[in-house]
């Protein structure tokens, strides 16, 4: 795996041969989402896409903040020709290219494109310090990474309405009943626990994960009646793969299944 500038990339988290840390490293900004930043997250996640010995990444930031927002000082004088000639928002849009479960790991500040980019993942695991909101309606602007969109999906109209317009934080616990966040733990033992989760991941046929991942994100893109068919078409589907074979063996020979992603 190459070196990057705003990122740190572990494969064999955890001497795990199947799960990735990518940790954002802008310590000194909080982990601003910079346009290089995000770059950088692409490159990566794309390069753990195609290894095939990856089969779950976790995404974390440091214990003060998983990423405290946009770097305002890249966007305080820009005009909207900048914004739209800036090719971060079609950065953003290849994170749902990436077939393979991405956990968010959780603690200190998710703010603005900080709270954007963990709701852009699979699901978010918290500790119990994380902080979340978007709060751009205080410097004059809207979220424009997915905020109004994805918040809204995650914890319903009023609660977003109200989080987007007064742009006030929510703790981790509000955050999980809210169902913005899958599950709260000690923010000294959130790695810990987020690997124990993607050890569980990693041990499914990834066949099988990839395309419950997907059948579980067309969900919010289309009617039930749609959905209903495009999850009984990947049902199907899996009954190709080899996985499913020995899934199915090793339930009826009552032992572990050995699942080598075909």
């Not at 077939?99 to 980019?117: M, R, S, W, Y």
């Not at 395309?211 to 068919?229: C, H, Q, R, S, W």
């Not at 032992?255 to 080598?260: A, H, I, V």
Request: aromatic letters at 8%.
């Amino acid at each position: 795996m190459k070196t990057f500038e705003n990122i740190l990339v572990t494969k064999n988290f955890q001497n795990h041969p199947h799960i990735a840390l990518v940790q954002l490293n802008r310590p000194k900004v909080l982990n601003a989402l910079s346009t290089d930043l995000m770059k950088d997250v692409i490159e990566a996640f794309f390069l753990l896409e195609d290894d095939k010995d990856i089969r779950v990444i976790i995404l974390t930031g440091n214990d003060r903040a998983f990423a405290a927002g946009a770097d305002i000082g890249q966007m305080a004088e820009a005009t909207p020709i900048d914004q739209i000639n800036d090719n971060r928002f079609r950065t953003w849009k290849q994170l749902s290219l990436i077939t393979k479960p991405i956990i968010a790991a959780v603690n200190g500040f998710a703010l603005g494109g900080g709270c954007e980019l963990a709701m852009s993942c699979d699901f978010i695991i918290a500790g119990d310090s994380a902080k979340f909101g978007q709060p751009e309606i205080k410097i004059g602007t809207i979220p424009g990474a997915g905020g109004t969109q994805r918040l809204t999906r995650a914890i319903g109209k009023s609660k977003a309405m109200l989080a987007v317009l007064t742009g006030e934080m929510m703790d981790a616990y509000e955050a999980e009943r809210s169902g913005l966040v899958a599950r709260v733990v000690p923010a000294e033992t959130l790695l810990q626990e987020t690997f124990e989760i993607a050890k569980i991941i990693s041990n499914r046929a990834p066949v099988a994960v990839k395309l419950a991942k997907e059948a579980v994100n067309i969900a919010f893109e289309t009617a039930l009646k749609d959905g209903m068919e495009y999850e009984r078409r990947n049902f199907y589907l899996t009954f190709s793969s080899k996985d499913q074979k020995e899934g199915m063996k090793a339930f009826m020979e009552k032992r572990e299944p050995k699942y080598e992603g075909n």
